[in-house]
């Protein structure tokens, strides 16, 4: 059965960051169910979440 999971990540600002997240998240089979994502201009850090489905558990190191 598909289960729901929220990931958060943050990080320095750079082109790229919502491809690769994708694209890895594909590769694991799974889906994004929702996306959020923002950049703060001062910090310049980029900030963001989502929640995604896949079959079983996906697990921390999975995700890294």
Known sequence: MSQLQILNLTCDDRPGIVSAVATGLNALGANIAESSQF???ISNRFFMRLAIEGDG???TAALE
Do not use: E, H, T, V
Request: hydrophobic share 50%.
């Open 39 to 41: 950049w703060d201009r």
């Open 57 to 59: 558990f996906l697990s």
